[in-house]
């Protein structure tokens, strides 16, 4: 049953009382009236509360109904308030409206009276129910607010402006503080309302490239509809930091959609990232050099072996009693040479800091490559099996630490077989399905190249093999070992986007299984064509070794060119600047006293621009290549020690723009 309207009568007259019940009743309302006529007891019925409507009279003895409207306004209740009166007046009315009433009756006619209460009672409920929403919707500004101004996300809102242009909305203080600490003291009151562009540039004192990408990463994300990021370093007048920005456009991007934009200081995590880096590259520059110790005993014997038959070979060529004897003597001499020059390759790019460049490097012909230095290192009670895919095992990676991570896992390997055994060496391209195995996460499912090292030696311990990747730890006594070779794989293969599965038992061996993701191969190379000879082009021969400045310009001759032949540069580069287009091109070493090969080059291009130069290398320096190449824009290079036919392909893609 419906509860009967509470009634608040301000009346001094009982039978007005009477009269108004019966008017509400007559009109089909349910009331429950109190009658009250003096200023306290009107004051302790407000204070009771629960009214639905107060109808006070205009004028009592003691008493107002004005009063009573402003002892009621001043509590705040929002009661509905209608006024009646004897007295007939338009005055009174429009008074009795201005302070606030509700309405105005006359006793004498109250045929008004019940559609009077009903539309007070329906107005005063929709101004409570939107003064309510009024609250939670402050609450919630206050909130968001707070959330705004808490977060440590800078957070940036820009709106549509009148002819289509981004102005900003807000900012927050984890921004302000940002900008603060760079030199740059802004308000979030200053930039309301103001051009984007105007606000970045004067404002945030952003640089006009830091400006531009801003208004690109603007368009971008407008035009996707979606959210858009992207890193960038900012630097500010008075410092710089990282920071990872996303815009996040709403309304899907359309016409009168706005802008969030979400920023993240992330210059301490990069530079995190980055001291972790140089840590990691010193952690394997450790290691190399604690490899090559390992290996330094077995190089030492097979390079002694290849120099006593470079003798023996030249020995015999020299004492040859014929022509053909000599000469099939000078092969096997170049022959061993040649695996002499590998050997020194291998060591060379273990010894120097590799570049950190990732390419498509094939897995098993990194494995191929090392075979020379295993063999010629492990004890030879160690028998070495090799299974290697034949296409298809090609990974992005940085070759010198690939070859790192599978040298140290080759060397762990020999080193737990002490008394000789198996080490088995395997590549091959499996798919792996979904869901991937949990322990080879966060690998995805797809083509992947295997890597996997197999021993026959003590194998590990749970407790061993749980500490097996830490730095440092190792098992060996002191001195046969930095505990670092395990972990550098494992920073390699996770640097790499790869994963490590190792399978172990005490006394049983070791197998490790490297998964790294394929990339396609690509196509097929050329075939290699052969150099076509010179036609007496003149080469300008510089390198500071007597023998090997004799022993090219020889070459050179039996290859159909002249040179001109030089130990000093200094000589060298006086000789071509009072000749420039005498020379076909330059044939310098990189390492000269007194002047490189790199800046002999970048005297000569400065009468010769397009000057072909070929530097001879024997340690490449990354720096000066690097230098070379940006300075000499016909430069080629070509690693010592090299043969007759890898000259003549060097000076015939020198000299080919010429013909």
């Known amino acids: 049953m419906k509860s009967p309207l509470r009634v608040l009568l301000v009346e ?82 429009v008074e009795s409206l201005h302070a606030g009433a ?44 707070l959330i705004h101004d808490s977060v440590s996300d800078l957070l940036l809102l820009l709106v549509p402006g009148a002819q289509g242009e981004w102005r900003y909305a807000s900012a927050n203080r984890a921004l302000v503080r940002t900008l603060a600490g760079c030199g740059v003291e802004v308000a979030p009151d200053q930039l309301v309302g103001r051009e984007a562009g105007d606000v970045e540039a004067n404002l945030f004192r952003f640089d006009a490239a830091t400006a531009e990408w801003f208004a690109g990463l603007r368009a971008r994300a407008l035009a996707a509809g979606a959210p858009v990021a992207a890193e960038r370093e900012i630097r500010l007048p008075g410092g710089a930091f990282v920071g990872e920005f996303t815009f996040i456009p709403t309304g899907g991007g359309g016409a009168g959609a706005h802008l969030l934009i979400d920023g993240r200081d992330v210059t301490a995590q990069r530079r995190a990232e980055e ?17 090559l110790g390992t290996l330094a005993g077995g190089i030492a014997h097979d390079f002694n072996n290849l120099l006593a038959g470079i003798f023996g070979f030249a020995e015999l060529a020299q004492t040859a009693d014929d022509v053909g004897a000599a000469r099939e003597h000078c092969a096997q001499l170049v022959r061993v040479a040649a695996r002499a020059r590998e050997l020194v390759g291998q060591v060379l790019a273990f010894a120097r800091p590799q570049p950190d460049g990732r390419e498509p490097v094939s897995l098993s012909a990194v494995v191929r490559e090392l075979l020379p230095l295993m063999r010629a290192s492990f004890s030879k009670g160690i028998a070495i099996e090799v299974r290697l895919a034949e296409a298809g095992a090609m990974v992005s990676a940085d070759g010198g630490q690939l070859h790192q991570a599978v040298l140290n896992l080759c060397t762990n390997a020999a080193q737990a077989m002490p008394r000789g055994g198996r080490l088995s060496v395997g590549v091959e391209v499996v798919h792996l399905a979904d869901p991937v195995s949990a322990d080879l996460c966060p690998l995805s499912p797809g083509p992947h190249a295997k890597l996997t090292v197999s021993d026959t030696g003590t194998g590990m311990t749970q407790d061993t093999l749980r500490r097996a990747f830490e730095p440092f730890f190792t098992t060996k006594p002191v001195g046969q070992g930095t505990g670092l070779g395990l972990s550098v794989v494992h920073g390699i293969v996770r640097a790499h986007h790869g994963a490590i599965r190792v399978n172990t038992e005490s006394g049983a061996g070791t197998t490790f299984e490297v998964y790294l993701p394929v990339v396609p191969s690509g196509a097929t190379p050329p075939e290699p064509v052969a150099a076509a000879p010179g036609r007496g082009e003149r080469v300008l021969v510089v390198d500071d070794d007597p023998a090997l400045a004799d022993m090219t310009a020889q070459m050179l001759v039996h290859l159909g060119y002249a040179s001109s032949t030089f130990t000093d540069p200094v000589e060298a580069g006086a000789a071509f600047a009072a000749d420039p287009a005498a020379f076909a091109a330059v044939l310098t070493d990189d ?8 800046e002999l080059a970048r005297g000569l291009v400065e009468y010769r621009p397009d000057l072909p130069v070929v530097l001879t290398v024997a340690a490449p320096d990354r720096d000066a290549l690097a ?33």
């Open 275 to 291: 001291r972790d880096a140089r840590a990691r590259d010193q952690m394997i520059r450790s290691q190399r050099l604690e490899a």
């Open 591 to 598: 390492r000269m006293p007194g002047r490189s090969g790199v």
């Open 102 to 145: 509700d309405d105005y009756l006359l006793k004498q006619n109250l045929i008004r009276l019940v559609p009077a209460v009903t539309r007070a009672i329906r107005e005063a409920t929709e101004r409570r129910r939107r003064r309510a929403a009024e609250r939670a919707l402050e609450e919630n500004r206050a909130r968001l607010s």
């Open 627 to 659: 230098t070379f190449r940006r300075a000499v824009r016909a430069g080629s290079v070509l690693p010592k020690p090299f043969t007759r036919d890898q000259l003549a392909e060097a000076l015939d893609r020198a000299v080919r723009r010429e013909r």
């Open 12 to 93: 001094d007259n009982p039978d007005d009382e009477v009269l108004v019940a019966r008017e509400l009743r007559r009109g089909g309302l349910s009331v429950a009236t109190e009658r009250v006529e003096t200023r306290s007891a009107y004051a302790a019925a407000l204070g009771r509360g629960g009214w639905d409507v107060i109808i006070a009279d205009y004028a009592l003895p003691a008493f107002s109904g004005l009063e009573a409207l402003e002892l009621l306004q001043a509590r705040g209740d929002g009661v509905p308030f209608l006024l009646v009166s004897g007295t007939v007046g338009e005055q009174i009315a």
